[in-house]
């Protein structure tokens, strides 16, 4: 089944050459606002989004780490509790990685370069659960969002 994940391995070490500077992205970015915390896991946020562009459309390894590369403008504005907690709703991170790909919203239902279901059909459920947990267990990666 190592092809069903576009090969996260390669995938990771893709990225690594792509994003290069080890600040950016980061796991651990303690976020407050006096009354809420959230722990953003910002590069298994961008490798889990990579890993599902790569599982769910026809984009290479390669082609998935550029598209969130050039969005890195869009993950560093996730910087205090109201935007992560908008985007920690929206799981399942199938739409967020397809809209990034796409660029546009809502995520298309069909398209061509769609390659597994959606997950909020029936065969696609159980389906996401095992492609998102195989890829944020592949280099021991964490949630994206971890609220205390």
């Given at each position: ?7 996260i ?7 690594d050459s792509?994003f290069?500077?080890?600040?950016w992205?980061r796991d651990?970015i303690?976020l407050?606002d ?9 590069r ?12 769910y459309t026809?984009a290479?390894?390669a ?5 969130v590369?050039?969005h890195?403008?869009y993950?560093a504005?996730?910087?205090?509790v109201l935007s992560?907690?908008?985007?920690s709703?929206?799981?399942?991170y199938y739409?967020a ?5 796409f660029?546009v919203?809502?995520?298309?239902v069909?398209?061509?370069d769609l390659?597994r279901?959606p ?10 659960r095992e492609v998102e947990e195989?890829i944020?267990?592949?280099?021991g990666?964490r949630?994206p969002?971890?609220?205390e």
């Open positions: 089944m190592e092809g069903l994940y576009g090969g391995t390669a995938l990771n070490a893709m990225a792509f290069g500077d080890r600040e992205p651990g303690v407050t006096g009354r809420d915390t959230v722990i953003y896991n910002q298994s946020y961008c490798r889990l989004l990579q890993g599902l562009i790569a599982a026809t290479s390894p082609e998935a780490a550029a598209c590369e050039a890195r403008s993950f504005s996730i910087d205090d992560a907690s908008l985007e709703h929206s799981y399942p739409y990685a397809v809209e990034l790909y660029g919203h809502p995520a298309p069909e398209h061509p390659t279901p997950p909020d059909s029936p065969e696609g459920a159980a389906l996401y195989r944020l267990s592949e280099e990666m949630e969002f971890e609220w």
